[in-house]
């Protein structure tokens, strides 16, 4: 039996009751397209979109890993001389551009689709980053980051929507969690690069952090060739009256790739009825998220909020820690960034699976639980003066294998329990929440705590992040949806669904 040619058969079909439809009613297609993406198994078209935006996320990675290592260089550079109230605002001035980045542009994801916010969001990204190595001042460095993070913020949402349309529902999870972990091979780049950057002896210490912002501007110039291989969703263009560019799509994928053993090769998929439409009015996408779904936004917006908290202001203030606390010198820092790194990306890429087995819900509770009692436990041994410079890396690096899997579990969440047409919004609107209540206030609090020299002051800052991620696991365990293995339109049935 010729499985291709049934499959071909069967979108040929298809494409006919399609065309029937739009004769009855301009505006209501029948499609069986999430069934057919969600029937495959994993092929090289998979493969393909995960190195298209894992490496968005590898040069993201090693950005930010430049932008915390070079804290100490800010600080010793005869242009800026950058205190640690400097160093946590201009990280707080990037945050608050991935803030506003994710508003504007998840807002525009949702209404001109995913593949052409890829485009440009990456070009403010990038020119941004170039412009940051030209910096001459204090403000001037944290307007180039507040628009660097304005980019970053933009990908956030293009890219999670991309994954959940068109990972089949059995490999969501994990590579969700993958693709966002990759964030940290870039940070173990990002680490070599500082080590060798910021060597006096190699570059002037008021050109290695320049140079690196450069490089890295550079490096990113890879991804606008990658991003041809990624098409746009064939979900959305459904919905947005584009049938025969969907179904186009679909059968590309569909020949790169096998039907799953789970699935007969003469089944019939069902098919969901939609109404097409040009965009969702705010309205609309209020009532959704704040009225529908308002038990889903509130575990959306304290996960989001927790891992921000957590994550920014212990990594932003990395450096700070280790050179003001364990008299490592700046251009040492790239060293204990490896394996901090190392624990980062091993966390989503082993624990990954879990999450579409055992579950959303366990994983996200048992991760989240575990690091917020882990970073207390930590944070006790660092007030009492128990741990090394060593030490303290290898404690963080534990913490962080499940700090990882647990903060892109947040985006996996936000980006699965919504309808599609919310999508690309929900995910922009509870990062910005959650990072403007838990990121930006991070790294200039644990800046100014930092600056207080006492090691209490800054345990209580590590307790107050601890407490967060404990308040949160208790949130995913008694309200997360199991939303594993399941199809999208199961989890969150589209707004444009007609009965």
Avoid at 2 to 11: F, M, T
Avoid at 66 to 79: D, I, R, Y
Avoid at 252 to 277: C, N, T, V
Wanted: hydrophobic share 50%; net charge neutral; aromatic share 12%.
């Amino acid at each position: 039996m010729d499985v291709k040619a049934i499959w071909r058969g069967a979108a040929v079909a298809e494409s006919a009751s399609i065309t029937s439809l739009e004769q009855g009613n301009a505006r209501v297609i029948e499609t069986s397209i999430p069934t057919r993406l969600d029937c495959l198994r994993w092929g090289g078209f998979h493969t393909r979109v995960v190195a298209a935006l894992g490496i968005t996320w590898i040069l993201d990675g090693l950005e930010v890993t430049l932008a915390g290592a070079l804290s100490g260089a800010l600080k010793e550079s005869p242009t800026l001389q950058f205190s640690n109230f400097d160093v946590g605002l201009a990280n707080s001035a990037y945050l608050a551009g991935a803030v506003l980045g994710a508003l504007g542009f998840g807002w525009l994801t949702d209404r001109i689709g995913r593949k052409k916010l890829f485009f440009i969001t990456l070009a403010v990204y990038l020119s941004a980053t170039a412009a940051t190595a030209l910096s001459w001042n204090v403000a001037s460095y944290a307007l180039f980051r507040f628009l660097t993070g304005a980019g970053i913020g933009g990908e956030y949402t293009a890219i999670n929507s991309t994954i959940q349309e068109l990972v089949p529902a059995r490999y969501r999870g994990w590579t969700d969690l993958v693709i966002n972990g990759s964030f940290w091979i870039g940070a173990a780049v990002g680490a070599v690069a500082a080590i060798v950057l910021l060597d006096p002896n190699v570059l002037a210490p008021d050109l290695g952090w320049r140079m690196a912002y450069f490089i890295g501007a550079a490096l990113g110039l890879v991804i606008f060739v990658m991003r041809m291989w990624i098409p746009e969703s064939p979900r959305w263009l459904m919905i947005h009256g584009r049938p025969e560019e969907a179904h186009a799509i679909v059968d590309g994928i569909e020949r790169s790739s096998k039907r799953h053993p789970d699935h007969e090769a003469d089944e019939i998929f069902p098919k969901i009825r939609l109404r097409m439409r040009s965009h969702t009015p705010l309205g609309e996408v209020a009532r959704t998220l704040f009225t529908t779904y308002r038990q889903r936004s509130l575990v959306g917006l304290v996960l989001m909020a927790s891992q921000a908290f957590f994550y920014n202001a212990i990594f932003f203030t990395f450096a700070l820690v280790l050179t003001d606390f364990f008299g490592i010198p700046s251009n040492d820092v790239g060293w204990y960034i490896l394996p901090f790194a190392a624990g980062n990306f091993l966390g989503p890429l082993l624990l990954g699976r879990l999450f579409d087995t055992l579950g959303r819900r366990t994983m996200i509770a048992a991760t989240y639980g575990i690091s917020g009692l882990l970073l207390a436990l930590s944070g006790y041994l660092f007030s009492i003066g128990a741990l090394s410079a060593q030490t303290q890396t290898i404690a963080w690096m534990v913490i962080f294998f499940f700090a990882s899997p647990a903060a892109s579990a947040a985006y996996l969440t936000v980006s699965e329990t919504f309808p599609l047409e919310v999508r690309a919004l929900a995910i922009a609107l509870f990062y910005a929440i959650g990072t403007g209540i838990g990121g930006v206030v991070g790294p200039a609090l644990f800046g100014a705590l930092i600056d207080t020299g006492s090691r209490n002051t800054v345990f209580a800052g590590y307790l107050l992040g601890s407490a967060l991620m404990i308040i949160a696991a208790a949130v995913a365990w008694r309200y997360a949806v199991a939303a594993e293995r399941k199809s999208l339109e199961s989890v969150a049935r589209p707004l444009a669904c007609v009965e």
